[in-house]
């Protein structure tokens, strides 16, 4: 069996069923925003905070947080071992990426449930 060192995932099929979830979940949340936005065409800071102060919008939101970073790994991680032949060149490439999308979730995360 060939292992591939720069392979940070258990398999296609598993990375296949995150893509998939994922983009359900991101598509949910999608529509639901865009639901929403249309609804409220008067939208102030007292109706948008009170839906993010609500704790099923947080986790909502935590949930698509997630999900755009797996999303986002999983299709960086194929395109980076698609088109980047030199192992040394793909390794930092993809520990750039799975640090920017570390920090962006952190980011996320902290904007959602911080003060």
Request: neutral net charge; glycine residues 6%; hydrophobic residues 60%.
């Amino acid at each position: 069996m060939v292992t591939n060192v720069t392979n940070f995932s258990r398999s296609g099929v598993s990375d296949w069923l995150i893509q998939r979830v994922s983009a359900v979940v991101l598509a949910l949340y999608t529509l639901f925003m865009v639901g929403y936005l249309l609804l409220h065409p008067h939208l102030d800071y007292f109706t948008w905070n009170g839906l993010f102060s609500q704790l099923w919008m947080r986790l909502f939101s935590l949930l698509a947080f997630i999900s755009l970073a797996a999303h986002a790994w999983v299709g960086m991680w194929t395109v980076c071992t698609d088109y980047l032949h030199a192992t040394g060149i793909r390794v930092a490439v993809q520990a750039v990426i799975i640090l920017a999308i570390f920090v962006f979730l952190v980011w996320g995360i902290q904007v959602l449930w911080g003060a």
